[in-house]
Nanobody, 123 residues
Framework: QVQLVESGGGLVQPGGSLRLSCVAS????????MGWHRQAPGKQRELVAE???????EYADSVKGRFTISGDNIKNTVYLQMNSLKPEDTAVYYC?????????????????WGQGTQVTVSS
């Protein structure tokens, strides 16, 4: 099994900053990409940012210029620096990894998800 553990969520005022971290551990063969999704109440889960192990990066239009994703391939860790936070950024943020796990003598490809961390932007 592959486990993803997020940290760094919390309550922040509009205009403030937070840094989310996510570490993947367990029976990992190879990770190809890691990223962050979010889900606000009553809305669908959406991609926030993603980084591949080739350092290709993608951002949602709504966070471009405010959020920065970075990763450490050796540590299987991904970070999300969130600046100039807005109330509409309030959501549960989920870490995601796309890769291969080790199951006996097979290496199945799968998407792995963390439990989520709450980010609330409010005055």
């Amino acid at each position: 099994q592959v486990q993803l553990v997020e940290s760094g969520g919390g309550l922040v005022q509009p205009g403030g900053s937070l840094r989310l971290s996510c570490v993947a551990s367990g029976s990992i063969f190879k990770i190809y990409a890691m990223g962050w999704h979010r889900q606000a109440p009553g809305k669908q889960r959406e991609l926030v940012a993603e980084i591949t192990n080739g350092s290709s990066i993608e951002y949602a239009d709504s966070v471009k210029g405010r959020f920065t994703i970075s990763g450490d391939n050796i540590k299987n860790t991904v970070y999300l620096q969130m600046n100039s936070l807005k109330p509409e950024d309030t959501a549960v943020y989920y870490c995601n990894a796309f890769g291969q796990s080790i199951m006996g003598d097979s290496y199945p490809v799968d998407d792995f998800w963390g439990q989520g961390t709450q980010v609330t932007v409010s005055s």
